[in-house]
């Protein structure tokens, strides 16, 4: 359909884990992996269309199931609500702050702009610093 149209965006929502890896984390790490290699290789069958494919790889983002899963994180380290966040959810985010979802739909507004046109395979991380240690 793009094709057809003449024009397309694609923005694929990968993870700080589609460019580096955690252990005990090898299906998720492997899978966010593949989304960032599918980016990829669909901005090279498109690169003389315009046509572009990206990714974006947030880092901890502050969702319904991240917030969740601050309870019995808790529970495990016997710790209050603030301390799971900075110095077990945040421990590998350097900004120490969740990414938001405004943050993450900026990323995509931009990547969808003719701003963008000359940006086919690459990712952006929204990750607090993540992927820079």
Same mark, same amino acid.
């Given at each position: 359909? &793009?094709?057809? =149209?003449?024009?397309?965006?694609?923005?694929?929502?990968? $993870?700080?884990?589609? +460019?580096? =890896? $955690?252990?005990?984390? $090898?299906?998720?790490?492997?899978?966010?992996? !593949?989304?960032?290699? +599918?980016?990829?290789?669909?901005? +090279?069958?498109?690169?003389?269309?315009?046509?572009?494919?990206?990714?974006?790889?947030?880092?901890?983002?502050?969702?319904?199931?991240?917030?969740?899963?601050? *309870?019995?994180?808790?529970?495990?380290?016997? &710790?209050?609500? /603030? /301390?799971?966040?900075?110095?077990? &959810?945040?421990?590998? %985010?350097?900004?120490? /702050?969740?990414?938001?979802? /405004? %943050?993450?739909?900026?990323?995509?507004?931009?990547?969808?702009?003719?701003?963008?046109? %000359?940006? *086919? !395979?690459?990712?952006? $991380?929204?990750? !607090? !610093?993540?992927?820079?240690?």
């Amino acid at each position: 359909m &793009m094709r057809a =149209a003449g024009w397309g965006r694609v923005v694929n929502i990968a $993870s700080a884990h589609g +460019l580096t =890896a $955690s252990p005990y984390k $090898s299906a998720y790490v492997a899978a966010k992996h !593949g989304v960032v290699g +599918l980016t990829k290789t669909v901005a +090279l069958e498109t690169a003389e269309e315009p046509i572009t494919c990206n990714a974006i790889c947030p880092g901890y983002v502050l969702t319904p199931l991240v917030e969740a899963q601050i *309870p019995d994180t808790m529970a495990k380290y016997n &710790m209050s609500r /603030e /301390e799971v966040i900075k110095k077990v &959810m945040l421990d590998r %985010q350097p900004s120490r /702050e969740f990414a938001t979802v /405004e %943050q993450l739909g900026g990323s995509t507004v931009f990547f969808c702009s003719e701003e963008a046109a %000359q940006t *086919p !395979g690459t990712t952006l $991380s929204v990750d !607090g !610093g993540w992927t820079a240690l």
